[in-house]
């Protein structure tokens, strides 16, 4: 919920099948700046710490996003969003660790 809440969505946002595009996200030298709503660096450190210890299925759309942090454009932005969006969509998914009973 507080990846949600900081890129400015919210749980009726329309979700996403998939957390990437068919195509890689590339440097996009002479495209668009991005809106600066929100802190992109701060948002992919959260999907990050999401895809290392509950996510997996997020790892490679995240890893794409985090490796612009220093400079992200607005296809950036949309790729963070991507995820967000997919993640809204299987909020119910994840890795869940129980406890042993014996």
């Known amino acids: 919920d507080r990846i949600i809440a900081a890129v400015g969505m919210d749980e009726y946002t329309n979700s996403a099948k998939t957390p990437a595009a068919t195509t890689c996200v590339g440097a996009d030298l002479g495209g668009k700046n991005r809106d600066k ?21 997020i790892a490679f759309a995240v890893h794409q996003a985090a490796r612009f942090s220093h400079k992200p454009m607005k296809v950036h932005e949309d790729a963070v969003k991507r995820i967000v969006r997919y993640l809204i969509g299987t909020r119910d998914k994840g890795l869940f660790f129980g406890t042993d009973s014996s």
């Open 37 to 57: 709503n929100w802190n992109y660096a701060s948002v992919v450190g959260m999907l990050l710490y999401l895809a290392g210890n509950t996510r997996p299925d």
